[in-house]
């Protein structure tokens, strides 16, 4: 599993942003996805899960309601798409697999991506 993360960017309060994560091997489909988050100072926390197939999905609290996780196993890609952004969303943004159906712990996730930076001005 080779992750790469895209699609960070500075938008304004209120405003909408897509991120890509792009798996470069032939295993994407085996594994759990998730979108995990850093602000400055800050542990890095739990965003959004997508299970396998894509079929079930997880998201912290924070998010639920404006953020939604999908995947595309033809594609070997996860997306992230974010809305109604808020100041407190900048971060940088992680993907990660996992090998588990459920995992909303670090500890769960094997493979990270490099990681995109998300600005959200108010």
């Known amino acids: 599993v080779q992750l790469q993360a895209s699609g960070g960017g500075l938008v304004q309060t209120g405003g909408f942003l897509r991120l890509s994560c792009a798996d470069s091997?032939?295993?994407?489909?085996?594994?759990?996805m998730g979108w995990f988050r850093q602000a400055p100072g800050k542990e890095r926390e739990f965003v959004a899960q997508?299970?396998?197939?894509?079929?079930?999905?997880y998201y912290a609290d924070s998010v639920k309601g404006r953020f939604t996780i999908s995947r595309d196993n033809a594609k070997s890609t996860v997306y992230l798409q974010m809305g109604s952004l808020k100041p407190e969303d900048t971060a940088v943004y992680y993907c990660?697999?996992?090998?588990?159906?459920?995992?909303?712990?670090?500890?769960?996730?094997?493979?990270w991506g490099q990681g995109t930076l998300v600005t959200v001005s108010s």
């Open positions: 990660a697999a996992s090998p588990l159906l459920i995992a909303n712990a670090r500890e769960a996730y094997n493979f």
């Open positions: 091997g032939p295993t994407f489909s085996r594994y759990s």
């Open positions: 997508v299970s396998r197939t894509g079929g079930t999905t």
